[in-house]
């Protein structure tokens, strides 16, 4: 079972900051969380990471509580193109395996 | 292109019929994943490769699939006696340390 909730569905303007929510109340200490968007028929595109310290690259920004049972992904300026549906992850290992764990995600729709 | 590739991208086949479908992962990247996705699902794990061992297989992937990565470059996922129930887009992904790569994935149509 994903580890993850986040809502079904996001709506944003056209140049405006798209604030993506999830929790993940469950994490372990030594998890990473991630975050992924799909945008139809195309497969996952990696986004950005972390495990407890905020993080920013040319994409996003993720911000994670201090508790760590809550992370907000923020695209500064969304565009029309950044309309996809968003996973919030955490990253199980398990022995000497691992895997994503996808929940159903957020449908960011940005609108013009 | 240096990223996953995922060969066929499409592929209809009839009930029964067995399909293969091939994954070419990211140069030098010694793990590989197979996902599967259902319409309106986020991916599913199917299986996971270091180099050329299999180390974990999910209870989804039945007698019916068998994955293999020879020699721990490109990996094979097939399906035999396919189902209804199998139609889907399956997803590989690679990774060299934690982030996974995903590739355009290939969607299956069992008629």
């Known amino acids: 079972d994903a580890k993850t909730t986040q809502p079904p569905s996001m709506d944003c303007a056209e140049g405006r900051a798209a604030n993506l929510p ?3 109340s469950t994490i372990s200490g030594n998890e990473y969380v991630y975050w992924y968007r799909q945008i139809h028929s195309q497969g996952p595109q990696y986004i950005i ?4 310290n905020n993080e920013t690259n040319e994409m996003a920004s993720l911000i994670i509580t201090e508790d760590r049972k809550s992370s907000t992904l923020i695209l500064p300026h969304a565009t029309l193109r950044d309309t996809a549906v968003y996973y919030c992850i955490v990253r199980v ?3 000497g395996s691992e895997k994503l764990v996808f929940g159903k995600g957020t449908k960011l729709t940005v609108n013009p | 292109d240096t990223g996953v590739s995922q060969d066929p991208r499409h592929k209809i086949t009839k009930r029964g019929q067995n399909v293969t479908f091939r994954c070419d992962p990211i ?3 010694n793990r590989l994943y197979w ?3 259902t319409l309106g699902q986020g991916p599913e794990f199917l299986t996971y490769f270091q180099n050329e061992a299999q180390l974990e297989k999910s209870r989804l992937l039945s007698d019916r699939f068998s994955a293999e990565r020879p020699k721990g470059s490109f990996s094979t996922l097939e399906i035999q006696r396919t189902e209804q129930g199998d139609s889907a887009m399956y997803l590989c992904a690679s990774s060299a340390t934690k982030t996974q790569y995903f590739g355009p994935g290939t969607r299956l149509l069992v008629l």
């Open chain 1, 22 to 24: 999830c929790n993940h």
């Open chain 1, 49 to 52: 990471h972390g495990l407890k």
């Open chain 1, 93 to 95: 290992r398990q022995g």
């Open chain 2, 27 to 29: 140069s030098e990247h």
């Open chain 2, 35 to 37: 996902y599967r996705q």
